[in-house]
Nanobody
């Protein structure tokens, strides 16, 4: 069992930045692929970004390309989502998901992930 915890959410103004963190229990966190998903009020949960196991390839949804960056620090068992130039439409609950043996073509799929955090709220408002 892997316990996943997100942190770093908050209320910011348009154009501001936030960095979300995702930590997971276990000494072999680097073996897991990690995805970030978000759910806006009244909408389904959607893919945002993902990074493959062992610091491999990354994926982003089109709306965040060039603004968000996913990275991992395996020594700290942490994956980060750096969010720059935030927009009101980025407002959502952000979830971190961890998966074992996730193939590259499935990085964007929620069903590929085994463990989920409780989510952290990001609100972008003027």
């Amino acid at each position: 069992q892997v316990h996943v915890v997100e942190s770093g959410g908050g209320v910011v103004q348009p154009g501001d930045s936030l960095r979300l963190s995702c930590t997971a229990s276990g000494r072999t966190f680097s073996r897991y692929s990690v995805g970030w998903f978000r759910q806006a009020p009244g909408k389904e949960r959607d893919f945002v970004a993902a990074i493959k196991a062992y610091g491999g390839s990354t994926r982003y949804t089109d709306s965040v390309k060039g603004r968000f960056t996913i990275s991992r620090d395996s020594a700290k068992n942490t994956v980060y989502l750096q969010m720059n130039s935030l927009k009101p439409e980025d407002t959502a609950v952000y979830y971190c998901a961890v998966g074992d043996r996730v193939i590259t073509s499935s990085l964007t799929s929620q069903s590929a992930y085994d463990y989920w955090g409780q989510g952290t709220q990001v609100t972008v408002s003027s």
